[in-house]
T-cell receptor, first 115, second 113 residues
């Protein structure tokens, strides 16, 4: 199983809503990532979790709150978002430090629209 | 931090011809360079990668070259086919490091019939 599964596929939320994006993998990967991708732009790193601990936060606003409840799951909690936060949110996973197995696998993404 | 530049931003080639996409990176500690293909509405998928201890790697119609001294790496696609049309991203990373994968801005490749 080389799949990273993200839910939901699409999400429309108001600026006062609270919602969560979910990501799951069963490849035994202990590094998990959140990326944000705007249209016609590259994926932009937001957060990295290594061994279920937050190792990188790329100065992301606090209205985005990541959580890694166990080694297979990664959540992104959303609160008080702005319309400019509308984007495709991609989850990825890999081996930590990727010494032996280098590939990072991406999920299909959640297309988020903030209205 | 690492900065990856990618050129061109758009590339149109006749079916059957070759396509070349070039990237440069800034951090000499980067030692792993994957290339991702992203079709419209789909996830980025790894198509080929290269480590810094190798100068060239080939997989069927796709090859990647790396010049560590100049901090350049390139993707070469030969005998292009319509299904090669997509956005291609180069990236740089440090294996054994902080697990960041930093992407170039992408190249939209159009294969013309």
């Amino acid at each position: 199983d080389t799949e990273v599964t993200q839910t939901p596929k699409h999400l429309v939320m108001g600026m006062t809503n609270k919602k969560s994006l979910k990501c799951e993998q069963h490849m035994g990967h202990r590094a998990m990532y959140w990326y944000k991708q705007k249209a016609k732009k590259p994926p932009e790193l937001m957060f990295v979790y290594s061994y279920e601990k937050l190792s990188i936060n790329e100065s992301v606003p606090s209205r985005f709150s990541p959580e890694c409840p166990n080694s297979s799951l990664l959540n992104l909690h959303l609160h008080a978002l702005q319309p400019e936060d509308s984007a495709l949110y991609l989850c990825a996973s890999s081996q930590v430090r990727r010494q032996l197995n280098t590939e990072a696998f991406f999920g299909q993404g959640t297309r988020l629209t903030v209205v | 931090g690492e900065n990856v530049e990618q050129h061109p931003s758009t590339l149109s080639v006749q079916e059957g011809d070759s396509a070349v996409i070039k990237c440069t990176y800034s951090d000499s500690a980067s030692n792993y360079f994957p290339w991702y293909k992203q079709e419209l509405g789909k996830r980025p998928q790894l198509i080929i990668d290269i480590r810094s201890n190798v100068g060239e790697k080939k997989d069927q119609r796709i090859a990647v070259t790396l010049n560590k001294t100049a901090k350049h790496f390139s993707l070469h696609i030969t005998e292009t086919q319509p299904e090669d049309s997509a956005v291609y991203f180069c990236a740089a990373s440090i294996l054994g490091g902080d697990d960041k994968i930093i992407f170039g801005k992408g190249t939209r490749l159009h294969i013309l019939p």
